[in-house]
């Protein structure tokens, strides 16, 4: 049984008002008193309930959300989930706001961190460019005693405390798998659409996706990324000129601008022995997928990824443990046939 404030009163024989002012530091209590309390509280093994202790006082966690400011159906949807988690606030005692940024852009990504590291926010979850002057700071914040959390995107080689966000390099891998079992025994290009090689969920994609590619078919080359900017306009004309191409056979979009490859496909008339594997499961995505135009959508819950976010900086605010498995973010695989 978990050992309770009143085992450390009995054990060091003291009233349960001097315990309760050694757990809080308060004053008024005598050295040598402190010390039989203290120890009373190591033999037994006492961990303190630092989340029900903070609920008793009304604690809130004040959190910024940094974003990028982009036309993205995906980062418009996790902008949702995170307005729902401010619906939630009084019920979970947060303070949330958000913080928009030029999208692939680390300076002005560095100028928000700064600003913020002279405040007094709870903690800071991040869609991080994955840059070294932003590495730089968020690790000198965590030296400072702020809780950063990474989302969607994380920090390579950073001091940031935790990343909800799925596996990208699995992602990556499980699109090649996928793409290669249904061109089956064909040979040809794949086209491949990303935002931008400056975040590192879109460099992990591709390194697993080139990864099986050569490993287990090598009948398929892969062509020159095409870099969208997260913008459905430039995707479209990168993807339309691509298209010009006649051995191309699949295309893989690991990131955004899935409108963009959409309409493309569509002003082309494109041949369906065309196979096309897309990230994140959108309204434009699922009529995608309804109509034969995308084949495969690899999906992340971003409302599991934001609640995850808020657990742990709380978590880290208080100084308790992260349950690894509850944070765990899953990758789902969605068919016209299995969609939710």
Do not use: W
């Amino acid at each position: 049984m978990r050992p309770t404030v009143h085992d450390i009163a009995a054990a060091a024989g003291v009233s349960l008002a001097t315990v309760d002012r050694v757990l809080n530091q308060r004053p008024g209590v005598r050295g040598v008193t402190r010390e039989k309390v203290e120890a009373a509280i190591r033999e037994l093994g006492y961990i303190r309930d630092l989340a029900a202790a903070n609920l008793a006082k009304g604690r809130t966690y004040p959190l910024v959300f940094i974003l990028p400011a982009s036309d993205n159906s995906f980062m418009h949807g996790l902008n949702a989930e995170i307005r729902q988690a401010i619906v939630r606030s009084p019920a979970e005692r947060t303070d949330i706001r958000t913080i928009e940024v030029p999208a692939f852009d680390p300076a002005a990504l560095v100028a928000v961190l700064e600003e913020l590291s002279r405040g007094k926010p709870c903690g800071i979850a991040m869609v991080a460019t994955d840059a070294p002057e932003v590495r730089a700071v968020a690790d000198r914040m965590v030296r400072d005693g702020f809780p950063i959390v990474t989302l969607v995107s994380d920090l390579t080689g950073s001091l940031r405390h935790h990343y909800a966000g799925v596996d990208n390099i699995a992602a990556g891998r499980t699109a090649a798998r996928l793409l290669g079992r249904f061109l089956g025994p064909r040979k040809g290009e794949i086209a491949v659409l990303a935002g931008s090689m400056l975040v590192r969920d879109h460099r992990e994609r591709l390194e697993g996706f080139t990864s099986v590619m050569a490993e287990e078919f090598p009948g398929l080359a892969i062509l020159p990324v095409l870099e969208g900017r997260d913008d459905p306009e430039v995707a479209h004309m990168l993807v339309a000129d691509a298209l010009g191409n006649a051995g191309i056979v699949g295309v893989y979009s690991l990131g955004a601008g899935n409108r963009g490859l959409i309409r493309a496909l569509k002003e082309k008339a494109v041949d369906r022995t065309l196979t096309v594997i897309a990230h994140e499961l959108t309204v434009h995505t699922r009529a995608a997928l309804i109509d034969h135009t995308i084949d495969a959508i690899l999906n992340q819950d971003a409302g599991h990824e934001v609640r995850s976010a808020i657990r742990v900086l709380k978590a880290k605010a208080d100084g308790l443990a992260v349950i690894e498995a509850q944070e765990r973010i899953r990758l789902d695989i969605f068919l016209k046939d299995n969609l939710p």
